[in-house]
């Protein structure tokens, strides 16, 4: 009994502690599925664009010089900003900045029109908004969905404060982006 | 029906929700920001100190600045035509006889560099003494490094062992700033953050606003008012109890995160553009008034007694080797570009005295940096398109253009890392550009100064400590320096110093020859009595950490300042006879 409590309490602390991000290339590949190719911008500028920020070194060799300052697939790289992103550290911390990029991130795409629509639209047909409809945004964004009735709850008292029905859509897909539990691996 | 009462509700509500959308809404946003902004970011008191480390990677000589050789009158010191940091006079007949000397200027007791003793200028056309910084100054010399080369030297200044936590990682992770650390630069130095917990911001040293860069996290853009009406915190507050226990952390994180952009920091790039337009005319002014010996190197044809290379002849007035005749070699050198370092100070300054950020490295914006860009040259010949004949019957050497020669127009840019530097640019332009980062040094520690925090101020709270790889070993021909790892200058400044205080022992050198290749003095670290070695980066390490109150990096190197009162441990600083 003793033996299995000291496991369970270090298990327990264990995640606790550890969190274990996704990288950059993981969070950009799930929101340009959920919001679709026009996401994309947004979504280099913010998340590509900081690797620092959100892990994800590139490969150096990657990188074909063909002249001083020329490289022969200059678009595809995913050094964007240099041979030094090769060192970014695989995984991020938890960071303040790393909140501040998501949040900008994830209210961009939701009250960018093109990609709002494109978002409703993988989450299917839309009759109105109930726990089923909540949980399927929610799957949008995490694979490994499994349903949260007081996560769910929440969501649906949160939209009452909202009277137009894309206001609380535009809620309902801003918080699901924004939820950490999809963003680990 | 809708009663009277009813409807004058129903517009009261109208009205207020006027008020409350933009731009009504911005309006107030503005003062309530202005107010809240004070308190977000006033400077406080820390558990750590703050750090900025100014980093010149690539190395160059330091004897404009603070490569202290002869501190005392009586300190032992060998001459080398070479080991010069002033032009004295040239010969008014043969351009290519120039008088080089390692000047000096006795302040307090302690003769340091004469750039010290000059003055500089200040904002609003005020002038200031350089030396005025001495006050609250710490110069260590002599210290010995372990590696050769570029790299792994630069990146002790910052992470003394190889992959272990650095200095602004410790900072960081005790930061409870806004951002844990920042830097700027793009080289091994840069590279080398290591914490525990903390997160480094590297600015891009491309960006033309490296505040907006820094803040564009937490910029609010103009958006729909599903977002600018101040429900979503609350909300969000409500649907973060049900997020399980582990992402309390990220909770938090995020209420920050939103707490920022209701306050909507914009404001803040605007006073770093003003803050970089006062630092590019500071270097613009300190090098409009740098005064040195009105050089010109010399014109073709041209006749030197003796059997002389090419080299030896045009070797210290060239680059690279090309040669540029008949130039005013200042206003060449005044000529070029320097102005990053503007946007880097106004980085510093704007980061500490508003509280966002307590480490800052700034650093050369490449791989290895340059004293000065661009300077726009008429004529240049390389050293393959002139002639040397020697006649010995006259014992003279002539030189002259070859045939079918021709000018080349470029623009010169003179690294740090001067190998192929001739002695005289080397020494005009490390001058010129000690004395635009100590301007722009002066005005930032003015401003640290200006800030108080409760009965301090915000330079007492903070280490400035200027480093590089190593300093440089002149050649003896005047063409170039190599490396000197065996001699790496610091020089930290703070509130909590008092000085001038130098600390380190160098030997005395020699003239003759010897293995080490090291003639006069010159810096080589020698052994320090409570040391029983010289002075080693974990020691200078161990000192900035007692500085900044934090755990030491190296524990087996002790510190050379007293925890309490940060007086030296050591014994004076001393020239000692030997070479290395």
Known sequence: MKTFLLIFFFVSSVQARTHVFADRYYLSSVLEYVFGPQAKKVITQNILMNGNVFGGPCDVYEQIRVGKNEFANPETTRCFRGKQEFNYPVHAKPSLMREALMIKTCRALVENDHTFQFAKKRAGEFDSINESYVQRIESLFDPNFKIDEVRTNENLKGIKDYYFTEKKLKFLFYQSCVYPKWQLI | MITRRKWIGMMAGAGALTALSSPGRRFLEKIVHDNVRNDLFRPQLHETRNYVQINFYGAPSRLSFDSILKPFDDSLFVSHPFVANRISSQDRYDFTKVKLEYGTEKINGLNLPYLWGETIPGVNGNTHRLSELLENSLFIRGCRLDFEGHPLNGIQQISPVQGGLSLNGLIGDQSKSFISSVSVGSNPVARAFRSEKSLLLEVPPGESNYAEYILKPFLLEDVDSLFSDGRLPAAFDEIAK????????????????????????????????????????????????????????????????????????????????????????????????????AQEFALCEFLLVNNICQSVLICPPRETGDLITSCVSGKAYHFQHIEEMFDAKANVTSLKLKAGSELEKLNQTFPMDAHDTGIVFDILTTKQFFRAISTCLYELISQLKKTKIGDKTLFDETIIHLASEFDRNPSTDGYGSSHLHNSNPTSIFSGCLKGPSLIGNIYAGTLKKNDDEYYGTIGVGAPVKELGTPIKIGNISSTLSTLLRVKPIVKRDPPLIDEKTYRSVVERAQNIEGVS
């Open chain 2, 242 to 341: 049900t997020y399980p226990s582990e992402f309390k952390d990220i909770v938090e994180l995020r209420k920050q995160s939103l707490k920022y952009f209701q306050k909507n920091i914009d404001k803040f790039t605007h006073e770093f553009a003003q803050l970089q337009a006062k630092y590019t005319e500071l270097i613009h002014l300190a090098i409009e008034t740098n005064t040195t010996y009105n050089i010109q190197s010399p014109a073709f044809p041209l006749q030197v007694s003796g059997k002389k290379s090419i080299k030896d002849i045009l070797g210290p007035f060239s680059i690279e080797e090309k040669f540029f005749p008949d130039l005013d070699m200042q206003a060449f050198i005044k000529s070029g570009e320097f102005n990053y370092w």
